[in-house]
């Protein structure tokens, strides 16, 4: 059939199955895991067996080829069970491979049966590497791969001439060894020269298509992720409509109080210029009087304006530390003169989270401003701010020494119009809580651990954000 020298075939064979599997690696460079790892390891395996088998004529009965060979089967095996999500336990392996070499050995050295050596061997690798082409059709199916089906292919082929050499070993005249020398040793070698080419050219297209539909997959769950944050923000702003009709209640008792004001004074300064009772100094008084609750009206509809306004929503990598000091730099003053100590964490490590950098300001500003009203007639005035990592969580968490919230009420903190505060609207906490599920975390508020009484704590979590690109 083919003419050609059976050992130097085999030698060739091993140097292609060192210096391929090493290509391989290299150009895998980006996409090195265990898979890849097992996959190259085993070639290079099958390289020191093709070697070995090559040098039996120089060095008979030299089993060692076999081992390594099975070895490298058991490896690109378990590479490619692992693709598929079903790696095989390390212990079923080993033990695998013990019963092999005792068997082999058994014939080797008890039995001194050369012929049943190798037609065991050749059946176990036979067995192997048809189960090996069967997962690469799998991994072909299951990820569209075409080269993983030429992996499946061209290991169809070896597993035949494996086959081959099982029934003619000692019927063709040859050498009582795997690679013997008559026609069947020759499909056998042509069959492992192209395993050995197409098997890790094979296996490099198919890397290449699971890390391009990688990419493909990242890109549609960053569409998916974007187009949810524009629903989430479409729907805070429709929830915020919704509202408008308590808003507006609230708004004409809000405005109620300096609209009234504003009349009195200006009826008052009205009545007294046309008598001629009110000398200049005093009028002043009136139009500053006016002029002021003019303000705080306008004030207070500016507030509602910016809760129906539709945010553009920014999301960028956030440190969520930077976010918590910009704050206490701007309550400090406030803090101080009330004496309140803020404590921060002394070393903290750097949190990061995805929003935009002003709303979660927006959120932290309000549970600082709500902590220190709630320690105004505190005997000890303390907020202590942690801010930390759990898991896949950035949790920021502001303590305070103030009265907490009584038990019946913890239930209505954070709902709209919510205040127990004479001149509070009970909108922060409220729109505070919708921001952060905005950015897919939460806010919440309970007394702490020792219970009403010795103070709240209010505690904002978001998903981490694991490798930021400042
Ligand atoms: P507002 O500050 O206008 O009342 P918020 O929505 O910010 O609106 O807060 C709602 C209510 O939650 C407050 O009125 C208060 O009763 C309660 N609250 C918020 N934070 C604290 C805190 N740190 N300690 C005690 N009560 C708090």
């Given amino acids: 059939m083919f003419d050609f020298h059976i050992p130097t075939a085999f030698l060739i064979i091993g140097l292609l199955y060192l210096i391929l599997p090493t290509v391989t690696w290299i150009v895998l460079a980006d996409q090195r895991s265990v898979q890849v790892a097992l996959w190259c390891g085993g070639g290079l395996m099958i390289g020191i067996a093709g070697i070995l088998t090559g040098m039996t004529v120089k060095l008979p009965g030299v089993p060692l080829s076999a081992y390594f060979l099975i070895a490298a089967n058991f490896a690109r095996m378990q590479s490619l069970r692992l693709d598929l999500g079903l790696p095989s336990r390390t212990r079923t392996l080993v033990t695998a491979i013990i019963l092999f070499f005792s068997c082999f050995e058994f014939l080797h050295l008890v039995l001194l049966d050369a012929l049943w050596r190798v037609r065991f061997n050749a059946a176990v690798n036979a067995a192997l590497i048809f189960y090996l082409a069967a997962l690469a059709q799998r991994i072909g199916k299951t990820e569209q791969s075409r080269s993983a089906y030429w992996i499946s292919g061209v290991y169809s082929f070896v597993g035949i001439g494996l086959l081959l050499r099982l029934v003619t070993v000692g019927q063709d005249g040859g050498p009582i060894n795997l690679i013997g020398d008559g026609w069947s040793t020759q499909v056998l070698a042509l069959a492992v020269v192209l395993s050995s080419v197409m098997g890790h050219v094979g296996y490099v297209g198919m890397a290449l298509d699971r890390s391009r539909r990688r990419e493909i997959q990242a890109a549609a769950d960053q569409a998916r992720k974007e187009e949810s944050l524009r629903l989430s923000a479409q729907i805070a702003h429709l929830d915020r409509q919704r509202s408008l009709g308590q808003m507006s209640a609230s708004l004409g008792h809000e405005l109620k109080q300096p609209l009234t004001a504003i009349l009195t004074n200006a009826q008052v300064a009205q009545r007294g210029w046309q008598s001629g009772a009110l000398d200049t100094q005093r009028l002043g008084v009136f139009l500053d009087k006016i002029v002021h609750n003019t303000q705080r009206a306008s004030q207070i509809i500016e507030r509602i304006r910016d809760y129906i306004r ?95 919230v009584a038990d019946n009420l913890l239930s209505q903190v954070g709902t709209p119009f919510f205040s127990t505060k004479t001149t509070g609207m009970g909108m922060g906490l409220s729109i505070s809580r919708t921001i952060a599920e905005q950015y897919g975390g939460k806010l919440t508020l309970r007394n702490t651990a020792a219970g009403q009484g010795s103070g709240a704590v209010v505690e904002l979590t978001l998903p981490l954000l694991l490798a930021p690109t400042p």
């Fill in 310 to 404: 539709p945010s553009q929503e920014r999301s960028e990598p956030v440190m969520l530390n930077h976010v918590v000091h910009e704050v206490v730099a701007l309550v400090a003053d406030d803090a101080l003169g009330k004496q309140i100590h803020i404590e921060l964490p002394a070393m903290e490590p750097p949190v990061w989270v995805m929003g935009d950098p002003i709303a979660l300001s927006q959120i932290v500003l309000n549970v600082f401003r709500n902590a220190i009203d709630a320690l105004a007639d505190a005997q000890k005035r303390d907020i202590v701010v942690e801010c930390d990592k759990e898991k896949t969580w950035a949790t920021l968490r502001i303590r305070d020494s103030g009265p907490g």
